[in-house]
């Protein structure tokens, strides 16, 4: 899968692909990262990109010119791809989006930047993302959440064995705590349920902790689990 990210900042995107999971997803061929500058489709001899607000008000806007020449000059030189705009007031990125994504040839991110983007700019993409309700200085980090979510459901990306599809028939619970080795650290212990060898008592305090886990931080989630018997029991204990 190609991943097009347009941006005035490409400086950004240096080194956050090259490591790890996704830097051997793209040294195996299986994603391609390329960054281009927007700056470079800007029109006037300064080359800006970004102007005044019509109307008044705080800060720079984005211009439209440059926004959609690198865009149509990014789909003219590759197979069909989406054009995705990241701003706080897109629809909210999720892992169904993330799925979405994962299937296409080519996805195209365009990171806004500033106090925002000449609205115009809407009718030349596919979409516009937010990656959560908090305002970032730009697109750029939002971009990079989008591709690692996307990159790592690419059959092959996580390796043979795991299998991202499972994720997504996985009741919405928290996870449960987990430990390693040492079994104190600074004082803190282990629980002793995980050392005694007993996988009956282990999956019941797993289960355990993590409907209390869900119920005290997530209790949207919560609301929407189907409890069992047993789950109502160990609730109670
Ligand atoms: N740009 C600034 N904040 C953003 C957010 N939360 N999501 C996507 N793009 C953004």
Excluded at 58 to 63: A, L, Q, V
Excluded at 82 to 87: C, G, K
Excluded at 185 to 198: A, K
Aim: charged share 30%; proline share 6%; aromatic share 8%.
């Amino acid at each position: 899968m190609i991943f097009d990210i347009l941006t005035l900042f490409p400086a950004m995107f240096a080194s956050p692909f090259e490591e790890s999971i996704l830097g051997k997803a793209r040294a195996r061929g299986l994603v391609t990262v390329r960054v281009h500058n927007i700056r470079d489709h800007a029109e006037d001899r300064h080359q800006m990109a970004d102007d005044r607000p019509f109307g008044g008000g705080e800060g720079m806007i984005m211009k439209p010119e440059p926004v959609v020449k690198a865009l149509e000059a990014v789909r003219a030189e590759g197979p069909p791809a989406v054009a995705v705009l990241l701003s706080p007031q897109g629809e909210l990125f999720s892992q169904s989006l993330a799925w979405e994504f994962s299937r296409l040839e080519r996805l195209i991110l365009i990171c806004g930047r500033y106090e925002g983007v000449d609205e115009r700019v809407v009718h030349f993409v596919d979409r516009e993302v937010s990656i959560g309700d908090y305002i970032l200085t730009g697109g750029e980090l939002a971009a990079m959440v989008v591709v690692d979510a996307a990159a790592r459901l690419i059959p092959g990306v996580l390796g043979n064995t795991a299998s991202p599809e499972a994720e997504s028939f996985r009741e919405p619970i928290l996870e449960y705590p987990q430990y390693t080795r040492p079994r104190e650290f600074r004082g803190l212990r282990v629980p002793e349920v995980l050392l005694s060898g007993d996988h009956e008592a282990v999956r019941r305090w797993r289960r355990a902790e993590a409907l209390r886990r869900t119920r005290i931080r997530r209790p949207d989630l919560f609301s929407r689990l189907k409890l069992s018997d047993e789950d109502r029991r160990l609730l109670q204990a």
